[in-house]
């Protein structure tokens, strides 16, 4: 539909809460995987083939179909070394990309910032969702977190649309009024113009918006349908970033881990759809990520933290296929009860910010890491 | 008009608390203001609710082991305080000792270091920084449960002189050395075990168990060190007695208290107060309360500039809006879900993102943190449901003749009750124009939620919205 050279753009699905690297690309001809597994596993009859040893969780349909179009890049074994099994830190070192200290800024803050260094577009990154994921933290860079996309701006809670639009309106002269020369008062004025202007270019998503694609009820699905509509506007949005959860599945794995997937799944199949319809599938890169696995043997009813874990790239632009190994299930090859990770996280970030944002990597992920080949050249 | 007192009365409980709704400020100005400054320096019952009957109503502030619960429990705390000093004080250690959930899983003990924060964070330095040494979160955060006699792990005592007491640039790397080879053996009964927990546990489904100092003379390192100049077997306690002698100490430690309490930014005229706080450090023995009480009773701090002067912090701006509402003053569900929105404007507390704590001041603003600022504010003081609403709005009622406001009195009167807040004339005039749409308000025979109270309830949402509002 469109023909204008368009930049790329990131799309991030976070995964909240430690997914289950095993029950998502299960080892189904292992025999170590089911004496581990007794309870929580995927049968190999329930098990979506994608060569003779793994397979996709069932859930995983719409996925299964990108991998067969050569479109999804399944990253093996993906973690750090000294796995850390808090929530909270896992999330953080994957946030900053610094394993050992505790890092100060987000992976994808530094990368926006050296996308839009004079901070000349509000939203060059948009997160979906309330509450900054730490990824996107980095000091002067703004990002907007937008919780709804159609009522998004300032005094959502005022439901007469006359009064909202006088408020609206007086903030506007309020904002823009002098500041004389107190720097702070300028600021201040300057971003409440910025915030004022990012919610009227973002409220105009939904509106210039056509598809036939219709995405699922789900928070997960309603919210990349947004990122779907912010991506369209050509707003220069390059980092677009939601997430999904929880994956925190000590008890009742199985179906929860299914609902879950199935909504990751079905959200990037309408997503892909959604992009194909438009022309743009080249244009956009999706990045599927969690914070850890979990243990290789199950609790009896669901899974506990975990180390290696698994990751996805997955676009036109992407050259589908496995990265990377998949850890060993013999025990001495475990550590500490869990799949060891033999992949660095900051290999695929290097991948991304050089190969696909067009970025120098190494200040941004805090040293060199390989790269693997996910991206056509 | 506004009056001074009031104005000056405001401007002191901006900073020494979270603002005071109008009837607050009348029974501090009722006390002079010296002896509002004294009575917010020493602080004797909060009253708190007990924390039987918060665990009775608030299942997730029950245990206190994760971070929503505790964070909520902390911001209770703050919102029904009759000694906000207390809790400011609190929560500028906080942001100056910054330990965060992320490496600890253990919330319960970093409200443990909170309640020390309240304990001795108006008494001496000395007594503090000793108190921080064997802090268990802090132990765990910054690794002194790896520093050990035969090898040493800096990371507390660099951040020590660092960051907690002396600032950079006053000391050698070989200081720090020595810093930490004198905390050597500072450490948490059963650390081993405990660092494991740290690390590798998960919320659920197992317990927490509690941390204590502990202090292992076996793994201590007697040996004699050089430190700042002097030399013999020091120990941690031998440490801290150097590092609060140091000029440099007293100058970090009045600068960063001056920007929190006074100004972000330290003027010409903000030099005295810092100078005159180095000099009660000094001859109180350390004293932080009569520090604050030095910067308290300055002409700077009493002037004009120093009105406004700094950006609230996200935690200002939830606690004071929901003080002013008067809300929450009773158990009430829900509670977590209002301390999530500092978070969502980048100040979740107990979480800081690094041992720096938070970027303060003009760093708090930016577009997408200015939308959550706004609108939480804009929210809870355009509610007039709210009893700190229907106070305001029984003040105005009360002001006015005949009870009939002209749209410049409803403007000026909110703005008053608000604060008193100061605004440039063009925001004034926005205001006044808003107002002017409908006319003159009758407040005459209001009844709850009528329209004549919404056009209260609107105005007070714009007041909350200016540039002004963001100021303390």
């Not at chain 1, 779907?228 to 677009?240: D, E, P, R, T, Y």
């Not at chain 1, 013999?330 to 869990?338: N, P």
């Not at chain 2, 002409?299 to 008067?326: H, L, N, Q, T, W």
Request: aromatic residues 10%; contains cysteine; charged residues 25%.
């Amino acid at each position: 539909m469109t023909t204008t050279k368009r930049e790329k753009s990131l799309i991030v699905i976070q995964l909240s809460g430690g997914n289950d690297y095993l029950n998502t690309v299960v080892p189904y001809s292992d025999g170590k995987y089911y004496d581990s597994r007794p309870v929580v596993n995927i049968s190999q009859d329930k098990v979506i083939p994608i060569n003779d040893q793994l397979g996709f969780n069932p859930s995983m349909g719409p996925i299964k179909s990108l991998w067969d179009e050569g479109k999804v890049a399944v990253i093996n074994g993906i973690g750090y070394q000294n796995p850390n099994r808090s929530h909270f830190r896992s999330m953080d070192i994957w946030h900053t990309a610094e394993p050992d200290a505790i890092g100060k800024e987000g992976w994808l803050g530094r990368a926006v910032r050296d996308l839009d260094p004079l901070g000349e577009n509000v939203l060059t990154a948009v997160n979906f969702g309330r509450g900054l994921p730490r990824a996107l933290g980095c000091p002067g860079v703004s990002v907007a977190s937008v919780g709804d996309l159609e009522t998004y701006g300032l005094f959502p809670d005022v439901q007469d649309e006359e009064l909202r639009m006088f408020t609206l309106e007086a903030f506007s002269r309020m904002y823009g009024g002098a500041a004389g020369r107190d720097p702070v008062m300028q600021m201040l004025g300057q971003t409440g113009q910025d915030a004022l202007q990012g919610a009227d270019i973002l409220r105009t998503a939904p509106v210039m918006y056509s598809s036939s694609v219709e995405y699922g009820p789900d928070t997960l699905a309603q919210n990349v349908k947004s990122i779907s509509q912010v991506f369209h506007a050509n707003i220069g949005a390059k980092v677009l970033y939601t997430q999904h959860g929880p994956f925190d599945t000590h008890s009742g794995e199985l179906p929860t881990h299914a609902k879950l997937w199935n909504e990751v799944a079905g959200s990037v199949g309408c997503l892909m759809d959604d992009l194909k319809e438009h022309g743009t599938e080249d244009d956009a890169t999706i990045l599927i990520f969690s914070e850890f696995g979990r243990r290789i043997k199950d609790n009896a009813s669901g899974s506990d933290h975990g180390s290696a874990g698994v990751a996805f790239l997955i676009g036109g632009a992407v050259n589908g296929g496995l990265y990377g190994e998949y850890p060993s299930l013999t025990e001495a090859e475990q550590i500490e009860g869990d799949l060891r990770s033999n992949n660095d996280f900051r290999s695929a970030y290097t991948n991304v910010l050089e190969d696909w944002l067009g970025l120098d990597a190494a200040p941004i992920v805090n040293g060199q890491f390989e790269k693997f080949d996910i991206f056509h050249s | 008009m506004i009056s001074n007192d009031t104005a000056l009365m405001a401007h002191l409980l901006r900073r020494a608390g979270f603002g005071a709704s109008r009837d607050e400020l009348e029974g501090y100005i009722a006390m002079g203001y010296k002896g509002a400054v004294d009575a917010l320096l020493n602080p004797t019952d909060p009253g708190n609710m007990p924390d039987d009957l918060i665990r009775r109503y608030h299942v997730e502030q029950s245990e206190l082991r994760d971070l929503p619960g505790s964070a909520a429990y902390w911001m209770y705390r703050m919102i029904s305080t009759a000694c906000p000093m207390e809790e400011k004080i609190a929560l500028f250690w906080h942001g100056l000792f910054a330990t965060g959930y992320t490496k600890l899983n253990q919330a319960r003990t970093q409200l443990n270091q909170v309640d020390m924060f309240r304990r001795s964070g108006l008494g001496s330095f000395e007594d503090l920084l000793l108190e921080l040494s064997r802090d268990p979160a802090m132990i765990i955060w910054l690794d002194n449960n790896e520093n050990h006699g035969d090898s040493i792990n800096e990371n507390y005592g660099r951040e020590l002189l660092e960051l907690f007491s002396m600032g950079i640039g006053n000391y050698s790397e070989d200081d720090i050395k020595e810093c930490a080879r004198a905390f050597t053996g500072w450490t948490l009964g059963n650390a081993e075990y405990m660092a494991i927990r740290a690390a590798k546990d998960s919320i659920w489904p197992y317990g927490r168990i509690a941390w204590h100092f502990d202090y292992r003379e076996d793994d201590h390192d007697d040996g004699e060190k050089t430190f700042l100049g002097e030399t013999g077997n020091f120990n941690g306690e031998d440490i801290i007695a150097i590092i609060v002698k140091q000029e440099s100490t007293a100058r970090f430690l009045a600068t960063r208290l001056f920007q929190f309490f006074a100004a972000d930014e330290v003027s010409k005229a903000g030099e005295n107060a810092v100078e005159a706080m180095v000099a009660t450090y000094f001859s109180s023995g350390y004293k932080i309360s009569d520090m604050l009480q030095t910067l308290f009773l300055s002409d700077y701090f009493k002037s004009e500039e120093a009105r406004f002067a700094r950006v609230k912090g996200p935690v200002e701006m939830v606690v004071g809006a929901i003080r002013m509402a008067g809300n929450y003053q009773n158990p009430s569900l829900g509670i977590e879900k209002v301390s999530d929105n500092m978070f969502f404007m980048g100040q979740g507390l107990l979480r800081p993102p690094t041992v720096e704590g938070w970027h303060e001041g003009v760093e708090w603003i930016d577009s997408g943190a200015l939308v959550e600022r706004v609108n939480f504010v804009a929210k809870v003081l355009s509610d007039v449901k709210s009893p700190g609403v229907r106070s305001i709005i029984d003040w105005l009622e009360a002001g006015a003749d005949d009870g009939v406001l002209n749209p410049s009195d409803l403007a000026d009167g909110c703005l008053d009750l608000l604060g008193p807040i100061q605004v440039s004339d063009e925001t004034r005039s926005v205001l006044v124009d808003y107002a002017a749409r409908l006319g003159d308000l009758d407040l005459n025979g209001h009844q709850p939620g009528d329209q004549a109270e919404q056009r209260v309830g609107n105005m007070l949402r714009l007041v909350a919205a200016t540039r002004e509002y963001q100021l303390a």
